[in-house]
């Protein structure tokens, strides 16, 4: 019998927190698949380890993948091509799953059928500040209907802090095998092309209004921390053009759909500016000046209107005083947003 769902665990020196984020998963239920991908963690195999003593313990549920390095999307990648479950979800080995919200997000799950399974189902996801003590409930409230199927002329006016994460959402399996999502290897990021690259193949939704996903921030060496974010430039760039080719934003419809996915790549390119304005060497204005000459040379209308967007316009206002302005209101946002 098909799996209801298949939980994709990218692993790389995991082997300290995965029990938690795994456990989560198998009390979901057992009509569940989960595959551990151990990206070759450099860890003396400890990794490996724990994701082959869990297969052991649930041979029926847990599959474990060891593979060579490739990084975080090569990984989902992994999970993707054996998954088999009629839907798709990848949880973070740090992360773990609400379980009171996850009854609910199964019982829904498991009305579909594959000959019309609803194609992206989405929940709410919980920013888990541990060292401080925090929660963060980051929900889609007034933006999705709630207790029916929609499409996206259904859909409301996305708010700042509201754009999908890969933490929010549950494909359709078969929806993104036929149109080929393949996520770059050796590269961070790639989160933002889950979540913004099989858009249009979308046409039905589902929102449950609860808080599903549980996200731990805190870690030094995490991708979202500001300083890791500066190293990695450079891959955050390479992710902004891998969106910008992947799809032509102002051919898409609906016209919902459209301006959401506009509002994604803007928040993108604004990102992409706001740290090459902090490194602000000779280097950084020029990788500046090139992503915005990339988007401007794939489509020049996109380029006009991102470029007027507020949070660009103010991240890229000339002379120091201008990089002083734009940097200020990203370290407001942070305030306001709780995103890193």
Known sequence: MQPTITYGVPCYGSADYMDVCIQSLLDTGED???IIVDDGSD???KTWERAQAWEQAEPRRVRAIHKENGGHGSAVNTALSNATGLYFKVVDSDDWLDGPSMEEVMAYLRTQRPEDATDMVI????YEKVHEHAQIVMDYKGIFPEGKRFGWEDVGIFGPSHYLLMHSVIYRTSLLKAMGLELPEHCFYVDNIFVYVPLPHVETMYYLNVDMYRYFIGREDQSVNEATMMRRIDQQLRVTKIMI????????TPRRLRKYMESYLSMMMCICSVFLRMGNTDVDNEKLSDIWLYLKDSSAPLYRR???NILNFATNLPTDLGRKAGLG???LAQKIFKFN
Not at 123 to 126: G, L
Not at 245 to 252: C, G, I, L, P, R
């Open 123 to 126: 929940a709410n996801y919980v």
């Open 32 to 34: 569940i698949e989960v």
């Open 43 to 45: 860890d003396g195999g």
């Open 245 to 252: 080719d992947a799809v032509d934003v102002m051919d898409v």
């Open 329 to 331: 209101g990203y370290h």
């Open 306 to 308: 991102l470029r007027a």
